[in-house]
């Protein structure tokens, strides 16, 4: 049995959390008016964007109108925008919002962040198994990214949204639980629950078969 | 230290937002636990396995719509 001890997950800056050297100068550039700079930055994110806005609505046309939407407004407001944050998370507050109306007009009655939520140790079920080193290389890119984003769809939206905030997009507990308008508890608590809910749809993908 | 305890803290344990005290207990139930070793060990490789994951490259007809409805605000902008 390996050592008990753990590795920090995120013991070194997480790749979003670097903020790109030209960014700054980007923004300050779009700001002034040139198109081009604005067109990078778009060019840069639109692939996290349409990824963050799809697994919210779960509909690719509301995806893709809540990207777009997402980019004309920061387009408009960018004189809003005083660099006391990463411009990318500037950029997923203004798509959470868009992707959530979207949501909100399809499924009225089902999206609410801010009900009560449990712990989550029922969440445990009590034959644990290992999954080895790497389990996710058992699985074609294209089979591994369809069991991602299944498990993920199945969440419900409360817990969803958090997860992919957090640990997709890799904002801190704080800007999403400022991104959400939710407290850093209830960022906590749903992202607790997020966790082990999809820890225990990919087991049974992962989990090491009794002769391997 | 019981296990309830260990996935009532597990993520903070995960995001290393816990005092050393806490820490320094929980650690030592997982070196005697292992059914919770294998709980934080597989949470830990579940993030892990989503924060690598790489978003799909924006479909091409997609990206096209984006990039006319920005260029026609933008124009729109710049007069």
Known sequence: MSSPKMDPIKASPLPSQVVKEDEPLLVASAKAGEIPAFETLVNRYESKIYRLTLNITQNREDAEDAMQEAFLKAFEHLDEFEGNSRFYTWLVRIAVNQALMKLRKRRPNVVSLDEQVDTGEDLVQRDVQDWGPSPEDRYKQTELNSILSSAVAELDPAFRIVFQLRDIEELSTEETAEALDLSVPAVKSRLLRARLKLRQKLDRYFRRSENS | ?79
């Open chain 2, 1 to 79: 230290m019981k296990c309830k305890t260990i996935i009532v803290e597990l993520a903070n344990y995960l995001d290393e937002d816990l005092d050393p005290g806490l820490r320094a207990e929980i650690e030592q139930h997982l070196d005697k636990c292992k059914d919770c070793r294998l709980i934080v060990d597989t949470t830990k490789k579940t993030i892990q396995i989503y924060c690598n994951s790489e978003p799909a490259p924006l479909p091409e007809n997609t990206r096209q719509r984006l990039h006319e409805a920005l260029q026609k605000r933008l124009r729109r902008a710049r007069n």
